[in-house]
């Protein structure tokens, strides 16, 4: 008689069963690790936005509560007042270049230019109350209307 003896092992079709559910968790787990990746990557880019805006909120609200004049265009935001908490009378400019195809904010005060913000579209001032007379009490003989109480000023990137 014959005797057939039964080996403890795998087949060939399990093994390639067992390989192709290996390659589809690995697929997975890679796309998984990849959104993440991703993910993160735009978390941290918000953050540096964030802070940058932080920064050019904290100097626009010192240069507005040093101003008593206000001009503002698509492409520029001039303040006449005080600049930057110093006592001498002068123009800060908010204006927008262009510099290698992206839209920059640069701001001047005197001869003095500084890169503030990249990416910028546009100013949208609204004012929210009647401007209040601050000219005749300052001295500053700007031409520029005087600056309203209240007031919103938004800045637009170039999809608005």
């Excluded at 014959?2 to 067992?18: K, M, Q």
């Excluded at 796309?31 to 993160?40: N, P």
């Excluded at 701001?107 to 209040?132: A, C, M, N, T, Y």
Aim: with cysteine; glycine share 10%.
């Amino acid at each position: 008689m014959s005797r057939c003896t039964i080996r403890d092992g795998f087949t060939l079709i399990e093994l390639v069963v067992a390989l192709v559910l290996a390659t589809l968790l690995t697929v997975a787990c890679l796309r998984m690790v990849q959104t993440v990746a991703g993910e993160s990557r735009q978390l941290r880019g918000e953050d540096i936005d964030y802070l940058a805006a932080g920064v050019l909120s904290d100097r626009l609200r010192c240069d507005f509560v040093n101003a008593r004049g206000i001009a503002v265009t698509n492409d520029a935001l001039v303040l006449s007042g005080f600049t930057s908490g110093s006592l001498t009378e002068g123009l800060i400019r908010y204006q927008r270049h262009s510099i290698n195809d992206k839209d920059v904010l640069v701001r001047q005060v005197g001869d003095h230019q500084e890169l503030v913000w990249i990416g910028i579209g546009s100013f949208v001032f609204e004012p929210l109350d009647e401007p209040q007379d601050q000219n005749s009490r300052t001295g500053v003989a700007s031409g520029l209307t005087p600056i309203p109480g209240r007031f919103r000023l938004s800045l637009t990137d170039r999809q608005g």
